[in-house]
């Protein structure tokens, strides 16, 4: 009898402490929060007991089910029912990977996992961005520039390459100033200057 509620305040404990790391992780309603302790203490019960249920067949899913399942806006997740854009993340909450979920539920293996309108929205916004196209590839529409056909200073169109024949314009003399202000300095007085030498 001693071992008994031993035994119980063990499983007690054991189930508090799962639900608390499980809620830590997880959001959990503070309504949902006695079903879950309840649900994991059942399960703790049933192990400890040594009579394990037998697993849960899974129905096999029809065709047309499947078919229903995808579904452009969003595809609905045989787990909870609930449509998705993108099945990977809800996958991945639940511990699936997709392989495993087409496994599970007996889909093709080309069950798509993302809808095809928001796989279409992201590519073209993909296509907007200018990714997938070689950096080495010409603009296909011509610069705002060339169509107002602007000019340089030189009145030369900005766009154009220089010829062959057009030599480049010369560039400017630089002057070193420290230079200069040192032959200032040390520069020596002319007779044109009004001092005697």
Avoid: C
């Avoid at 019960?45 to 394990?52: A, N, P, Q």
């Avoid at 499947?66 to 809800?90: C, M, N, V, W």
């Avoid at 495993?100 to 996992?113: H, I, N, Q, S, T």
């Amino acid at each position: 009898m001693a071992a008994d509620i031993l035994e119980q305040d063990r499983l007690v404990t054991l189930a508090t402490e799962i639900v608390i790391a499980y809620v830590t992780r997880n959001h959990v309603q503070a309504a949902e929060l006695p079903g879950l302790l309840r649900n994991v203490h059942a399960g703790l019960l049933t192990l400890s007991s040594g009579s394990v249920a037998p697993p849960e067949e899974r129905r096999t899913l029809t065709a047309a089910e499947i078919r229903r399942s995808i579904q452009p806006e969003g595809l609905i997740s045989f787990e909870d029912g609930k449509a998705y854009k993108t099945l990977r993340r809800h996958l991945a909450r639940l511990g699936l990977t997709p392989e495993a979920y087409r496994a599970k539920w007996g889909l093709p293996v080309d069950y798509p996992m993302t809808a095809s309108d928001y796989s279409a929205q992201r590519s073209q916004l993909a296509r907007d961005l200018g990714l997938g196209k070689s950096r080495s590839a010409a603009p296909e529409a011509p610069s705002s520039a060339a169509d107002e056909g602007s000019t340089d200073r030189d009145g030369q169109f900005a766009d154009a390459e220089p010829s062959a024949t057009q030599e480049p314009p010369p560039e400017p003399k630089r002057v070193d100033l420290g230079d200069a202000f040192q032959e200032e300095i040390t520069r020596e007085p002319f007779d044109e200057d009004g001092a005697e030498p």
